[in-house]
């Protein structure tokens, strides 16, 4: 028979050799094996799991974070949903005061039906923020799309604008 057709032959030396070894040295061999494991369990299972637990409280407080701010948009959305509808002639009267009051000569608002569009030249992003904030609660009006690009902002402490068009949605 070859050498490679019997399996217990590996297995046969394997054990030939440790017989031939010192008892010093099959401790020896014993104790790096026994480290080894450890090692390995180590790495595997132990250093994952404290990982884990370690990271658990800033998970949680994180998701508790995220939990109460879904809490506030729903409160919020909630609150929109309860309020009277709106005539769109007051709506519109409350879009053409919000504009003009917060944003002034940086933008220029024209309707079509029941939309509005703004258009934006350099409005601080603090304004158009306000606005977006104060156009939402007064006029109902709800942003449907934005193609805006921002500017300024290249120094630290620099004002940031915004420059584009806004489409809003009116109450009917």
């Known amino acids: 028979m070859s050498d490679t057709t019997n ?45 884990t637990l370690r990271a658990a409280p800033a998970q949680r407080a994180e998701l508790q974070a995220q939990a109460q701010q879904m809490q506030r948009w729903q409160r919020e959305a909630e609150a929109l949903k309860a309020q009277p509808r709106l005539a769109r002639d007051t709506a519109v009267a409350a879009l053409e005061a919000a504009t003009h009051q917060r944003l002034g000569n940086t933008a220029q608002l024209s309707l079509a039906g029941e939309r509005a569009q703004v258009t934006l030249t350099q409005a601080p992003a603090q304004d158009l ?44």
Do not use: I, K, N
């Open 7 to 51: 399996p217990d032959q590996p297995a046969a030396r394997l054990a030939a050799a440790w017989a031939a070894l010192q008892p010093r040295e099959r401790r020896g061999l014993a104790l790096a094996a026994a480290v080894l494991g450890l090692a390995l369990l180590w790495w595997l299972a132990l250093a994952p799991a404290l990982a």
């Open 129 to 172: 923020a306000d606005w977006l904030a104060d156009v939402r609660a007064s006029a109902r009006a709800v942003p449907l799309d934005a193609r805006l690009t921002r500017s300024g902002d290249a120094a630290p402490g620099a004002a940031v604008h915004w420059s584009g068009t806004l489409s809003l949605s009116l109450p009917s």
